[in-house]
Each structure stands twice: as C-alpha cells, then as structure tokens.
C-alpha cells in the first residue's frame, strides 16, 4: 500500500489542517461543475435570440438536458469509484466535463448545444457525491458538521454565482465565455486533484446493474419530457396536454419507473439503493430535500427569466439582482454546518424552511409595478434559509441511513437532486406558460406585458409557497439519527471509493 493509500476501515485519517489539501482540490471541482447548472439560465433569452427560436420549449433542454445526464450517470459513482478508486474516477470526470465545456462553446446550433451540454452532464454527474463521500470520510470525528458546511459554500455559491458570472459574459463578450471559463478552471482543477487527493483503497465490486442503469435514465427522461410538453400552445392556445407526445413520454416515464423501482428492490447490488427508504427517518429527510430543491432551482430559474422578459434587465443587470442569494447562502452555510454538530438538523431545517416560505410569498405577490428591492429581499432570505439547512440536512441522511448501505446515499441523493431539477424546471416553465396563455386569453392581449408576465410567474411562486409549506411541516417530524444497523440482504461498503 503506497504513502498516501486510505484503507477502508481506517478511523479519523486526517485532522482539519491535513484535510485542507484535498478540500480546496474538491472544492474547484465542484464550484465548476455546480456553477453552470446556473449560469446558463440567465442567458436563456439571449440563446434565444441567438439560435433565432420562437420560444424557450426548446433551449430550456439545454438546462434540462445537463441535469438529466447528471442524474444518468451519477448512481453509477459508488459502483466506479469501488472499481477503479475515487481519485482516478473524480479527475476523469472533471477532465470529461472540462471537455465538454470546450465543444459547448463551438456549438453553431442549439440542437448541438443541448447534445454538448449532455456531455458536460455526464463528466461532472459523479463530481459531487464523490466529492461528498471523500469529505465525510476523512473528515476528523466530531467536525462532519463543520467540514460539510465549508463543502457546502461552493454548492450554494455556485447557483448563486452562476447568474452574475454569465451576465457578464453574455452582455459585454459572448455567451460562448459562459463555457470558455471552465477550460482554465478545470485543468488547475485536475492538476491539484493528482498532487493532494488520497488514495482510497478499492474494494472489490459486484456485476454492474445494466437493467438499472437502462431503466432509471428512461424513466426520469420520459417524465421530464412528458411534463415539459404540456401545456398551452403558444400560438394556437389550445391545451396540449392530450397530444401523443405528452401522452406517450408520460406513459413511458411512468412504466420505467415502475419497473425500475421493481428491480432495484429485488436486486442483491442494486444501482440506487432504494431499501435505504426503509429507514423513515430517512424518508422524511430526502422528502424534505427534494421539496426544498425544487423551491430553490425553480427560483434560480424563474426569477432570471422574469426579470429579463417582464422588467427587460440585461443578463448582467439579472445576475447582480440575484447576487444576495450568493451572499446570504455563503454567510449561513458555515454556520449551518457548526450548529448542526450541535443540534442536528432539525431546528436548523424549521428556520431555514422558515425563511423559505417567507421568500415564496413575498415573490408570489409581486408586481409590474415591483422594485428591484422587491426581489431581492426575498432572494436574501432564500439563500439565507438553504445555507442554514442544506448540510446539515445532507449529513443527516447519511447518519440516517443503515451503515451498510451508507456508501450508496451519496449517489441517491445526489441523483435524485438532478431530477429534482429537472422536474422543477419542467412543471414551473410549464405552469408559467400555460397562466401566460389563460390571462392572455382572458384579456384579449396578442403580446405579454409586465402586468401578464407578473401574474403569471406570481401564480407560479404561490405554488412554490404550497411545497415549501409541506417542506417546514415535515421538518418538525425529523429525528435525531440513532446508529442504525445494516439492512438484511444489502451487502454495501461502507463509503464510496473505499
């Protein structure tokens, strides 16, 4: 074993000083690759404009497309990381979506964009719960809170970010910079990777899920490409909710998933571990989670787009309009992280989906007539109330779940996060049209005003409001994880890329 290998079953490998090398590594890592789930939304309109579109139905793939290929790839992360070691497997897929991001800036039409942006997906799909799962490994006892907590910066920072960083590229050089940025990134990423990340020790893995692996991309795809196809129609403003293929990528989004649920259950090495659900203090924090996601990537969506069509700001003007976000989520993610330690997640998750309602409501009752100050706020107290309860909420799933199968939670998680995204970016565009179309409709406009576009995206926060609800509801329900013991017939290691 060389100088620098991790066996598996070692305890509290580094102290905080040792685990600064490796941090700073992950974290250039992770701040890439999160930072364009973002930076492309602001320049949505102008991709638009660009590739000389009628509407958004179509370069919204290219937000919608990297995140399904993220989810694609990314419970495959604990099987490629056992098999060929967390190390060799996170600089690959940085260099993939360095790659990737090279190919998106010379894309000519938006069809390529989309395909490019799929490629990014795929290389940094695995980036983060690798990631997550190095840091929880060698984090020194005592200090996960804390040591998630300063992960957690650049997981909040980047979608915050993304937007100015864009804004400023697409309104004084190009959109294409948007992807140019990440080729320097990303080697200065891989170089620090190869010189200060450990070497896990590997483990010897099962047979590779195919079936699994066939199934869950199908089925989340086919449900995001069902969704987003309903509707109103822009120019006819007839429903097309009954069209085949609304009708036919919900039917087959609905059996895949179906059957996938059906095999991952009954197979011995599944490719998401779906028996960890069992445990229901689990189950409540992910469903926490995935409500609390949707709030803040259909925020981080809708709000640019918005401000944009309704107000006419630059993408530039957008991005600094956004960036209380940024700050408040980078103020509270290290103090989430210290206080979760301390309390656990539960008060922390109260406050923070406090906050989160708070937000919701205050960007449902906006207006034509609205100030900038009128979003900000509300963005301030979103990223405030994520950074508070994201990590903490995070490291609690992973104590909730059975310790045999606590090396799978990363990639579920995480794999579930991406369709999350997905899913909100879908059901929010397609709510907002279809209020668009109706009010459009009942006033006998041919062309949106401010006053339409703010009834419509108003509409849709209020339904944000209803799910964030739900989210603070379930929070009181969380309990402090207890040890738990493995599941029968789960034979799992311990941590990704042991």
């Known amino acids: 074993m060389s100088s620098k290998e991790i066996p598996a079953s070692a305890e509290a490998p580094f102290s905080m000083r040792s685990i600064l090398g490796p941090l700073i590594a992950i974290v250039v890592g992770i701040f890439m690759v999160i930072l364009d789930g973002t930076a492309v939304n602001v320049a949505l309109p102008k991709l638009q404009e660009e590739f000389e579109l009628l509407n958004l139905s179509l370069v919204q793939w290219t937000v919608i497309g990297y995140a399904l290929a993220q989810a694609a790839v990314i419970p495959l992360a604990g099987w490629l990381s056992d098999r060929f070691g967390a190390k060799k497997v996170f600089l690959i897929s940085v260099g993939l979506f360095t790659i990737g991001s090279g190919l998106c800036a010379l894309a000519n039409s938006v069809e390529m964009l989309i395909t490019f942006r799929i490629i990014q997906g795929l290389g940094g799909g695995v980036v983060l719960p690798i990631a997550m799962a190095f840091i929880y490994r060698l984090s020194p006892p005592g200090k996960v809170g804390a040591v998630m907590g300063m992960l957690g910066i650049p997981i909040l920072l980047g979608p915050a970010l993304g937007p100015v960083v864009a804004g400023w590229f697409v309104e004084y050089h190009s959109w294409q910079w948007i992807f140019l940025i990440n ?12 010189r200060s990340l450990p070497n896990i020790q590997r483990q010897s893995v099962a047979s590779l899920d195919l079936l699994g692996m066939i199934l869950g991309p199908l089925a989340f795809a086919a449900l995001v490409f069902g969704v987003s196809s309903g509707g109103i129609d822009p120019i006819t403003g007839e429903s097309t909710w009954m069209d085949a293929d609304t009708l036919i990528g919900s039917g087959v989004g609905i059996v895949a998933l179906v059957l996938f649920i059906i095999v991952e259950l009954n197979r011995k090495n599944p490719l998401l571990e779906l028996r960890v659900f069992r445990s229901g203090n689990f189950t409540k924090g992910i469903i926490v989670q995935w409500i609390s996601q949707i709030a803040m990537f259909g925020t981080m969506f809708l709000v640019p787009l918005f401000l944009q069509q309704a107000h006419g700001y630059s993408p530039l003007e957008t991005g600094l309009i956004m960036l209380p976000q940024a700050v408040a ?57 994520m950074g508070l309860f994201m990590m903490p909420l995070n490291n609690h799933l992973i104590q909730s779940a059975p310790q045999n199968l606590v090396g799978r939670v990363t990639s579920l998680t995480n794999a579930a996060q991406q369709v999350m995204m997905s899913f909100a970016v879908a059901i929010l565009m397609t709510i907002s049209s279809t209020k668009m179309q109706d009010l459009m409709i009942e006033s006998g406009k041919q062309q949106p005003d401010v006053h339409l576009f703010a009834s419509s995206f ?33 034979e799992m290691p311990i941590m990704v890329g042991h």
């Open 183 to 194: 080729l320097p990134i990303g080697v200065i990423g891989i170089i620090l990777g190869i």
């Open 458 to 490: 108003g509409y849709t926060f209020l339904i944000l409001l209803g799910i964030a609800l739900l989210g603070g509801i379930l929070g009181f329900l969380l309990q402090k994880p207890k040890r738990q013991e493995g599941l029968e017939g789960a």
């Open 329 to 385: 989520s980078g103020l509270f993610m290290p103090i989430g992280g210290k206080l979760s330690d301390r309390f656990g997640a539960r008060p922390l998750v109260i406050g923070g989906m406090a906050l989160t309602v708070i937000a919701t409501l205050l960007l449902s009752n906006i207006s034509g007539d609205s100030g900038v100050s009128a979003v900000m706020l509300p963005l301030a107290l979103l990223g405030a109330g």
